[in-house]
Each structure stands twice: as C-alpha cells, then as structure tokens.
C-alpha cells in the first residue's frame, strides 16, 4: 500500500533523505526511528506529499503521488506532531468541514464514534481554546480518520495525553491495523514502538540503517535474544554500515 523508491531530500547542499526505499503492506504497522535529525520527518512529509522530494517516488496504493496526488492523498491521513485547528470552528464543525472536504456523505455515525472511541463526545460544541494539548490531539486525530485512510502517518501520537489516553491510543492504532490500514508510527518512545509495530526501520543521518521485524534487526544488532529496542537501537545507530 506504501511503496517508496530512492526517496531523496536535499535542502540546498543538505541531503536530509538519501535514496530511500522500502514497501508496506495492508496491517502492518511499520516504527519509524532514528537520533535527531535522522531524517524521519521529512520521510512522512515527502510520504505525505507536504513537500516534494529531490529525487525517488512514492505510490499509495498504487497511485503515483506526484502524478495523481489528489488521488493518492484521499487515500492517506498525516498527523504531525503538533495538532492545528481553526480557532473558531467547535469539535462538532471541524468534523462537518471535513466531511465535506472528503465528500463522506452520512458522515454523523462515523463522526459519533470516533468521537466516543477518543473520550470527546462531551466536547461537541466546544472550541480548541477551551480543549487541553491532548484533547486537541484527538480532535486531530477524529478529523483525519473520518474519511477511512488506508494509509496513516503518526508523528508523536502519544504528545500531551495522559496514560489513559496513551492506552486508548494504541488501541485505536492497532485496530486501524487489523481493519487493513497500512501504518507508520514515527516515534522516540521505544516501547511504544516495540509494543505495536510489526516492523522497524532504522534512520541514520537520512540513510536506512535497518528495516525488519524487531526480532530480526534483535538478531543483527544484538547478540542477546532478549535485548530490548533501546539497547538494539543503540548499537544500530553507533554503526556506520547502511542497509541495501
């Protein structure tokens, strides 16, 4: 569903992204990870079609995104780190605006649940003044998966919620999963990534270090079967070697 090809960033003389490449399948929920600077948000906002690459290309279920994107951009959800929302539309009519932006007609069941799903069903009329970080976060999150994506990017889905609002994260994460969406976590919280990604991929310096399951990249960077993500991470990033 996500097919990326010698994905190349360059910012003037800084190569942020270089020569990319990697696929993903329908379920499966892909961690992506790296030091500061390693290239990872950039790789979702390339993915996105936010900001065009240099060089490479990127097909969302088959539709090329910088030949079609309207297309292709139906077909995906981006939530950035930082959530924004019109001051002045409430909950219930930022959910209405983007309904009609995605032409999801008898939207009101779907928004129903979603809203009772991410705990804001008491929060319809209100504003984005009067919702705390985390709130807004999910209201964020409720516009994005009105439409049904088959395809979601995550950057820091886990910022300003509270530990039940964590938990109700990574449920609503995985259950897109099982229902067939192809998922990217980008995340410095390890055991999140280690609790519901099947697979990980490695960012050094805009290079692939590493893409694999976890027990496989356990296996090629640790000698220990019971190491951690933490541990498997730090020695990955401490090598030089870049994966094919």
Not at 80 to 106: K, W
Not at 141 to 164: K, M, N, Q
Request: proline share 5%; glycine share 8%; net charge neutral.
């Amino acid at each position: 569903m996500i097919a990326a090809q010698a994905l190349t960033k360059k910012y003037g003389g800084f190569l942020a992204l270089n020569a990319l490449s990697f696929s993903l399948h329908p379920g499966e929920v892909l961690g992506l990870i790296g030091p500061n600077g390693a290239g990872k948000t950039t790789t979702l906002r390339c993915l996105a079609g936010i900001i065009p690459p240099s060089d490479g290309n990127v097909r969302i279920c088959g539709q090329d995104l910088a030949s079609n994107p309207i297309a292709a951009k139906r077909l995906l959800a981006f939530f950035p780190d930082e959530p924004r929302l019109f001051d002045y539309l409430t909950v219930a009519q930022h959910l209405n605006f983007i309904a009609r932006l995605y032409q999801v007609h008898g939207y009101e069941s779907l928004a129903g649940e979603l809203l009772e799903e991410l705990e804001l069903a008491g929060k319809r009329d209100a504003l984005p003044s009067e919702l705390s970080r985390g709130m807004k976060q999910k209201v964020a999150i409720a516009c994005g998966l009105l439409h049904s994506p088959r395809v979601i990017y995550f950057d820091e889905p886990l910022t300003g919620l509270d530990p039940l609002g964590m938990r109700r994260m990574k449920d609503s994460i995985l259950k897109r999963a099982q229902q067939g969406a192809a998922i990217i976590v980008s995340s410095h919280l390890l055991h999140l990534v280690e609790e519901i990604c099947s697979r990980v991929l490695i960012l050094k310096s805009g290079c692939k270090v590493a893409d694999g399951t976890i027990a496989a990249i356990r296996e090629q960077f640790s000698q220990q079967p019971d190491a951690n993500l933490e541990a498997v991470f730090f020695r990955a990033t401490s090598q030089s070697a870049v994966a094919p």
